[in-house]
Structures are given as C-alpha cells and as structure tokens.
C-alpha cells in the first residue's frame, strides 16, 4: 500500500488540481460501526481510483487526514483520532484506511465552506 502513496507529480496545493475551483471536492463517506468517517477527494477520480487501483493515492485524495463524521452535532468536522481508525479499520496507518474508505464508502460532493478541526490530545 505504502507505494501508493508515491507519485511522479509535485505535491499540489488543495485547490490545484486540474485547475478547477478552490471549494470543489467529493467525500467518500464511510459508515462505521458506531462513527461515520469520510476523505476527501479530487472530483472524478474516486470512480477512476477504483478502476484502476495503479493510481498513486496522491492523485485521488485531497489531503491525506481521515475526518470523523459528526456533522449532526455541529457544522464542524474533526479528524478522527488514532483509537478511533484502530478501533474501527485495526490499523490507524492512513494510507492503509484511506484504501478501505475509498473501497468501501459511499461517494458525494462536499461543502467545503464547512469548518475543519483537528483532534484534541
């Protein structure tokens, strides 16, 4: 999984990729067994990702943070904690649970003038 992560490309900055708007993005959601999950992704590339799985995951997601879905209590999001990835995926190794979201979750757009947090510690 680790090579997947590799890419030919520079890194690009959120908001560069095929020169499209800034506040574009799809979410993979993914319904846990107690706590939904989501990534977020460049627009159309999820559906090629999982056709063809050679697509260096650099190329797929937006950022490379796992975000826990608590949209229902507020209208932030905050990036899951390791106890929740290992609790849920037995791995808290990102690339490894971002393949399983990417797999397994469901795909739609996102709002991205939602607020992101990060974990407290």
Known sequence: MSGQVKSD??????GDHNNRE??????????????KFFVLAHPGMVAKWRNDKTIPL????EIFKVFEDNAQVSSA?????HSQLDNEFG?????????????????????????MN???K
């Not at 999001?77 to 904690?81: C, F, G, K, M, P």
């Open 91 to 115: 791995s808290h190794k990102i690339e490894d649970v971002i393949c399983k979201i990417l797999e397994g979750g469901d795909l739609g757009k996102f709002d991205a003038h939602i607020q």
């Open 77 to 81: 999001y905050s990036e899951a904690s």
């Open 58 to 61: 650099v190329d797929v997601v």
């Open 118 to 120: 990060h974990p407290t």
């Open 22 to 35: 800034a506040n574009e993005a799809d979410r993979v959601r993914f319904h846990g067994k107690s706590t």
């Open 9 to 14: 490309r520079t890194h690009r900055a959120p």
